[in-house]
């Protein structure tokens, strides 16, 4: 600040200490003694005198002191404040009062109160500066820090504000009455009032009359568990028109408060209404093309039943050399489409969800031999050399439907045959490959695939330009091949090279040989005691080989027990008409009938209604079971087969006390 001009009244030996007199006794005591910084300065700043707590403030010692001025101390951007006080008190302010920082010894920054006035003479000149100063800067410290804190908040609720206002969602909170307490700006968007005219107004006011009580058993439930995410009700906008509406929300048993976001849902609930109605749609066209194609069926199979009845003692009646190839041709029509039919039906039960399978161990040595007995025929009409690439000597098992492993195989044999040039081969192989899966592979030596073709071969109707040839053929045995094996778990699958033949593969998951469960079983447990009574009789109905010699061995240790089997429902029912078996043990997966409906006619018959069924199917759903067990079953036993569980049915079932009841 600018300097006073000299006044003789200033002590002209700025280096010695200002001595008091002594009158001035007391403030001696009170300047020395203050707990606060005191310092008496010249006109132009020069300290003079200052106390103990002054010099503990700022670092240095009444020498050093002495030998500096208040600006030397002065932290730079306050010393111009500094001068402005110092020009007001020469020109009669009593007393000036202002923070202001020092700098330390150390070169720390300290902040000070300052209060500053003049000591005057009798002459009401001025001769000294009177400083009084106290340490703030904890207080500064604890304001800078409260300042941040301020504005670190006011940022987090103006960002929380920007987020609110922008949000296309509702952001609200709802007090415990169940009444508004705030509201952003989308509540206008989603239901057409502005937020004024919601708060304070109870949210159940705007629910859809049907919707309130579901609204109000999951507000009670909030309550209890502190949060509800993805409950949708129906809200009435200022309109009148409806709007679905999404909520989370979460309850503050602190503040007695729910905070809430909405979203509106109600494209989204049309949508998903209007695929539930196409689901619902295609189902009851499902059901219709079902309906139809069984009812077509029947009425397609009378006809053909004369065609090819008919065409078949045509055939035997020693025909003209001109009527034979007439009549080969309407038989072998008929045969194609009788095809047709057999395979439209099978895949439209698949799509149907109706195709009922029996996915059990099934040893792929037999059905590999079976299919192969079955092929030989055709390959040997063609000149085709047909064989097994494998030994089928041992037991090999996969999880899959027997019949319909069958079914499949024969199909790929047959197309194998039919497309390989006479002079050909056709080879079937299995093997064990990674994932527990073993792969069946059927390779002919025919014209090959072109690669452009290969991804529309399991198209149904597309034979690949084949239709122009002379091959016969419906163009859906490749399509029912791949549904059959995916109904089975399995993959199904080609390799294929032009001019080099193709190769077909399936896959399917390994298993245990039922045999093998046997053993493990016996090594294991303990049968029960063979019955008392003379001997027993049991007939097996089930179309499994590999299932029919596990029983057998089972029973093997039984001698008590006659064992009669039957590998079709209608076969089953005649023997148990004849030979009034003791027991009857029922697959319900059989060649020519299911198994519900042979139970159906056991129960219906006076001869055999009396004799207990057990049933044996690896169908093990609960809706199953019980509709057997209504129809009139004794036992449902799912396979594989609990040994233990198997016997002890077997005797409750013979038992006197069961025979007598």
């Known amino acids: 600040m600018n300097q006073a001009p000299p006044s003789p009244l200033t002590n002209p030996d700025l280096s010695k200490t200002v001595e008091l007199a002594p009158g001035d006794a007391i403030f001696r005591e009170l300047f020395e003694g203050a707990p606060i910084g005191m310092a008496i300065l ?17 670092g240095y010692s009444p020498a050093e002191l002495r030998k500096r001025t208040a600006e030397d101390i002065t932290f730079a951007d306050d010393i111009h404040r500094g001068r402005q006080l110092a020009q007001s008190l020469f020109h009669g302010t009593a007393r000036a009062t202002g923070d202001k920082r020092y700098v330390h010894k150390n070169g720390e920054i300290l902040w000070v109160s300052r209060t500053a006035s003049i000591i005057r003479n009798e002459q009401n000149e001025p001769q000294h500066f009177l400083l009084m100063v106290e ?22 609720l103006d960002a929380n504000q920007l987020i609110m206002d922008n949000s296309q969602d509702v952001i609200c909170t709802v007090g415990e009455d169940g009444c508004f307490l705030s509201m952003n700006a989308a509540c206008e968007e989603l239901w057409g009032y502005k937020a004024e005219e919601l708060l304070g107004r109870r949210y159940i006011e705007l629910v859809y009359a049907e919707d309130r009580p579901k609204t109000e058993a999951v507000a009670k439930s909030l309550l209890v568990t502190g949060k509800v995410t993805d409950f949708v009700n ?27 976001v909405a979203h509106d849902v109600t494209d989204r609930s049309r949508i998903e209404k209007a695929l539930r109605e196409a689901k619902e749609e295609a189902d009851r066209a499902n059901h219709a093309k079902s309906d139809f194609l069984s009812r077509m069926s029947h009425e397609l199979r009378t006809p053909l039943n004369s065609i090819l009845g008919f065409g078949q003692l045509l055939d035997r009646q020693s025909p003209t050399e001109t009527q034979r ?23 439209s039960r698949i799509e149907a969800g109706t195709l009922q399978l ?76 990674g994932e527990r899966l073993t792969r069946i592979s059927v390779r ?29 053929g419906t163009g859906l045995g490749l399509a029912l091949c791949q549904r059959l094996v995916q109904a089975m778990n399995g993959k199904i699958g080609v390799s294929s090279t032009l001019g080099n033949g193709s190769t077909f593969w399936l896959e399917l998951p390994q298993a245990k040989s039922p045999l093998q469960t046997v053993a493990a079983s016996r090594s294991g447990s303990t049968p029960g005691e063979p019955l008392a009574e003379d001997s027993r009789r049991i007939l097996y109905i089930e179309d499994n080989f590999s299932n029919v010699t596990l029983v057998d061995q089972m029973l093997a240790e039984r001698p008590a027990l006659e064992l009669m089997t039957a590998m079709q429902g209608r076969v089953g029912l005649e023997l148990a008409r004849q030979h009034s078996p003791d027991l009857i043990l029922l697959d ?53 087969l609990d040994i233990p569980a198997f016997f002890r049915v077997i005797d409750e079932a013979l038992s006197p006390a069961e025979a007598a009841a």
Request: aromatic fraction near 6%; proline fraction near 4%.
């Open 444 to 472: 002919d030596t025919g014209a090959g695939i072109p690669v452009e073709k290969l991804a529309r071969l399991f198209t149904p109707f597309d034979r690949l330009g084949a239709e122009q040839s002379a091959v016969e």
């Open 588 to 640: 319900l997966h059989l060649p020519d009938m299911p198994g519900w409906q042979v139970l159906a006619q056991l129960k219906a018959d006076q001869l055999t209604r009396e004799i207990p069924v057990i049933v044996i199917s690896a169908d093990a759903t609960s809706p199953q079971i019980k509709r057997l067990l209504s129809a009139g079953a004794r036992a449902y036993l799912t396979k594989p």
């Open 234 to 260: 129906r809200y009435v906008r200022k309109d009148g028109t409806l709007v679905d509406v999404l909520w989370s929300a979460t309850w503050s048993a602190t503040d007695r408060i729910m905070f809430c």
């Open 135 to 156: 340490d703030i800067s904890e207080r500064k410290a604890s304001e800078a820090a409260l300042e941040e804190s301020r504005r670190e908040l006011q940022a987090a």
């Open 358 to 433: 029996s996915v059990e161990p099934v040893c792929i040595e037999e059905a590999i031999s079976e299919a192969v007995d079955l092929m030989r025929p055709l390959a040997a009409e063609r000149n085709i050399s047909l064989a097994a690439n494998c030994s089928l000597d041992t037991a090999t098992y996969v999880l899959a439907d027997q019949q319909r492993l069958k079914q499949v195989l024969l199909n790929l044999l047959s197309n194998a045959v039919k497309y390989s040039a006479t002079q050909g081969s056709v080879t079937v192989s299995f093997a064990v490959s």
């Open 325 to 347: 190839p007439r009549i080969r041709y309407i038989l072998s029509a008929g045969r194609h489409l009788l095809n047709l039919i057999n395979e439209v039906l099978d895949i």
């Open 42 to 58: 010249a006109l132009d700043e020069r300290f003079l005198r200052v106390n103990a707590s002054f010099c503990n403030m700022v």
